[in-house]
C-alpha cells in the first residue's frame, strides 16, 4: 500500500520560508512526475509545481520566483522551498505522484497547512 507523508507546513509571518517535504512510502517500483498543489477555502484546487523525473519543472505564475520544487530520486521524495511567502499562499498543500504500485497511478497526500499571516 502506497503512502505520501507530507510535513513542514505551520504559521509564518509575511516575507518569511518554509520547506515541505512529501515522502512516497510503500510498495513503489517507480515514480514519474511529482508535484504540489493548493486549495485555499472556496477556492478550486491549484497547481503550484511540478517535477518530471528527470528534473524539468513546471510552476504556477504567482509563486514564480518565490518556490522551488526538488526531488530525491533516492528517497522518492519531494520538496517544496517556499520563500518571500504573502498571506494569499495560505492554503492546504497536497503533495500529489504519478507512481507505478503495481501499475501507474497518481496518489495524494493528506495535506498540510500553510498559515501566512501578515
Known amino acids: 500500500q502506497v503512502q505520501l507523508v507530507e510535513s513542514g507546513g505551520g504559521l509564518v509571518q509575511a516575507g518569511g520560508s518554509l520547506r515541505l517535504s512529501c515522502a512516497a512510502s510503500?510498495?513503489?517500483?517507480?515514480?514519474?512526475?511529482m508535484g504540489w498543489y493548493r486549495q485555499a477555502p472556496g477556492i478550486q484546487r491549484e497547481l503550484v509545481a511540478s517535477i518530471t523525473s528527470s528534473g524539468t519543472t513546471n510552476y504556477a505564475d504567482s509563486v514564480k520566483g518565490r518556490f522551488t520544487i526538488s526531488r530525491d530520486n533516492a528517497k522518492n521524495t519531494v520538496y517544496l522551498q517556499m520563500s518571500s511567502l504573502k498571506p494569499e499562499d495560505t492554503a492546504v498543500y497536497y503533495c500529489?505522484?504519478?507512481?507505478?504500485?503495481?501499475?501507474?497511478?497518481?496518489?495524494w497526500g493528506q495535506g498540510t497547512q500553510v498559515t501566512v499571516s501578515s
Open positions: 510503500g510498495s513503489v517500483s517507480s515514480v514519474g512526475a
Open positions: 500529489n505522484a504519478y507512481l507505478r504500485s503495481p501499475y501507474f497511478s497518481h496518489y
